[in-house]
């Protein structure tokens, strides 16, 4: 028994040679020694960012990006529409017109609420009128039938297009012969109970 405490104690007294003859943290700097240390120039980003007004094509739309060494911000590597919708939020202008539809009348086939669109289907949510009085009902308007009613409350929605009136990214010669052109979905809609009692609904 006094021999195992004897060699219990002797090998606390041992030293033990590190695994490693430096800590890796002075690898590290020396690692980097070898390497330019001088301070890095921070680059101005308002100096190389295009600002909203001057825009005025795709590669205007092209970002800095962001230092060497450092985690790009949205705006620093933002590119197309979403640096165009930052670079107008950053001026105060909402590109993409946000804003919720009026809600302060009941839209009428006269009177509709107008739904802005730059593609050629819009899907438009009706709360009712009052609003918030019933559950949002999805109505699909397009350039073939832009006017929609809603089936709960009866408010009337027309989409008014918006964009470009020829698409340049349309595939030519794969079908649309049988299509009248304007680049919407062209079928035949199956006729409800409001074609025989109210055509001009339609």
Same mark, same amino acid.
């Given at each position: 028994?006094f ?5 219990? @104690?002797?090998?606390?007294? *041992?030293?033990?040679? &590190?695994?490693?003859? !430096? =800590? %890796? ?12 240390t001088?301070?890095?120039m ?7 960012m ?9 590669s ?28 107008g939020k ?12 009026? @809600?302060?009348?009941?839209? *009428?086939?006269?009177? &509709?609420i107008?739904? !802005? =669109? %730059? ?10 009128y ?13 350039r073939?039938r832009?006017?929609?009613r809603?089936p709960?409350?009866?408010?009337v ?5 918006v ?15 049988l ?6 979905h ?17």
């Amino acid at each position: 028994m006094f021999l195992r405490r004897s060699a219990i @104690a002797l090998s606390r007294r *041992t030293i033990v040679p &590190p695994l490693a003859s !430096r =800590s %890796f943290s002075s690898s590290l700097q020396r690692r980097d020694a070898g390497k330019d240390t001088a301070p890095k120039m921070e680059r101005e980003p308002s100096k190389q960012m295009t600002p909203f007004e001057d825009v005025r094509s795709e590669s205007d739309l092209l970002p800095p990006g962001g230092a060497v060494g450092t985690v790009p911000t949205d705006i620093e590597q933002a590119t197309g529409l979403e640096r165009l919708e930052i670079l107008g939020k950053m001026q105060g202008v909402d590109i993409f017109d946000m804003k919720p539809l009026d @809600a302060s009348r009941k839209g *009428t086939l006269d009177n &509709p609420i107008i739904v !802005r =669109s %730059f593609g050629d289907e819009q899907y438009a949510g009706c709360t009712g009128y009052p609003a918030d009085s019933h559950v949002t009902i999805w109505l699909t308007m397009s350039r073939d039938r832009p006017v929609e009613r809603c089936p709960e409350c009866g408010n009337v929605l027309k989409m008014e297009y918006v964009g470009p009136m020829d698409d340049p990214h349309a595939h030519h010669g794969h079908g649309e012969e049988l299509a009248d052109g304007d680049g919407s979905h062209n079928y035949v809609e199956p006729k409800t109970f409001a074609d025989f009692v109210r055509p001009e609904y339609r």
